[in-house]
């Protein structure tokens, strides 16, 4: 089974603060994905990732910016939290050309 | 916490019935369609693809259809259980390395 994993479940950060959000999947794809969802608005692409240090903007990039150091690994940083980011966070990946499996989400509430 | 199925349609459902969800996509030169299942609390989960090579495919009680004249897809699950309670996604994709485009979502709700 294809495992996608995210460092926290819950997290509650203040106004200013860095965050790291952290992805891991297990399956060497190559494709990962970061996902923001917000009731009424649905899933909205942030950012992803074709390979190891490549990086590519989605619908909603303001705010945010990644890191793929490793095939596995695609972390999302809010360089400077506000109270407009605190949303579901979930990230994603896949093999080329097939359906993205997903991480349980991260909620983030910042205050 | 806040639910994602807040806002969206609900489709409600006896425990038996059979479930028929719709979705409409937008673009005509979409070529790979997913559906998933997102329970509260949990990340969305695949259930069935399709490629627009084909109008049918079915799964495990679960059956995707695909009408590329007037743009829909539609997921049928058969027996409805009360663990099929979920909101349900529809997703298109353009190309292969294209991204997904994600419909907002339709809460199941099965009726004991």
């Known amino acids: 089974d294809v495992k996608v994993t995210q460092s926290s479940r819950y997290l509650v950060k203040r106004t200013g603060e860095k965050v790291f959000l952290e992805c891991v999947q297990d399956m060497d794809h190559e494709n990962m994905f970061w996902y923001r969802q917000d009731p009424g608005l649905g899933l909205r692409l942030i950012y992803f990732s074709y390979d190891v240090k490549m990086k590519e903007k989605g619908d909603i990039p303001e705010g945010y910016s990644v890191s793929r150091e490793k095939k596995e690994r695609f972390s999302l940083i809010l360089e400077s939290a506000s109270t407009n980011q605190t949303s579901m966070y979930l990230c994603a990946s896949s093999g080329p050309g097939r359906e993205q499996y997903f991480g349980p989400g991260t909620r983030l509430t910042v205050t | 916490g806040e639910s994602v199925g807040l806002h969206l349609p609900t489709l409600s459902v006896q425990e038996g019935d059979n479930s028929i969800i719709n979705c409409a996509y937008s673009n005509s030169a979409s070529d790979y369609f997913i559906w998933y299942k997102q329970e509260s609390g949990k990340g969305p989960q695949f259930i069935i693809d399709?490629?627009?090579?084909?109008d049918k495919r079915q799964g495990q009680r679960v059956t995707v259809l695909l009408n590329k004249t007037v743009k829909h897809l539609s997921l049928q699950i058969a027996a409805t259980q009360p663990g099929d309670s979920a909101v349900y996604f529809c997703a298109e994709r353009t190309g292969a390395n294209s991204k997904l485009t994600f419909g907002k979502g339709i809460t199941l709700s099965v009726r004991p």
């Open positions: 399709i490629r627009s090579n084909m």
